[in-house]
């Protein structure tokens, strides 16, 4: 059976590190409309998990999901990524059928 979000080593060191500074809060995974292809993710500290949120464990990381976001985000994988360019988390989620011409936002 397919996992519900795959969290790399990478992003996991990287969502324990943010987890300091925010002592009592949680991060939560949620597909909110934006962008000109109408759908983005929104990675954020809450202070409590909603009723029917799922909660994912790997490498030491938990981050809820959101329940409405749940079937959007099925098998993706969560990435924290560096380079010369900048730094930040990456989402490949085999379900999107295609991203705006920036990559901010994507469709189903």
Request: proline content about 3%; overall charge negative; some cysteine.
């Amino acid at each position: 059976m397919a996992k519900i979000l795959n969290i790399t080593p990478a992003a996991a060191e990287r969502i324990k590190e943010l987890a300091v500074s925010h002592v009592g809060q949680r991060l939560r995974l949620s597909v909110v409309k934006s962008g000109c292809s109408g759908n983005g993710y929104d990675l954020s500290f809450v202070e409590d998990a909603g009723p029917v949120d799922e909660k994912v464990c790997e490498h030491g990381a938990e981050v809820l999901v959101d329940s409405k976001s749940l079937l959007m985000v099925f098998g993706m994988t969560i990435d924290w990524k560096e380079d010369r360019f900048g730094r930040q988390f990456t989402f490949e989620n085999p379900l999107e059928a295609g991203r705006c011409g920036c990559g901010a936002s994507f469709h189903m």
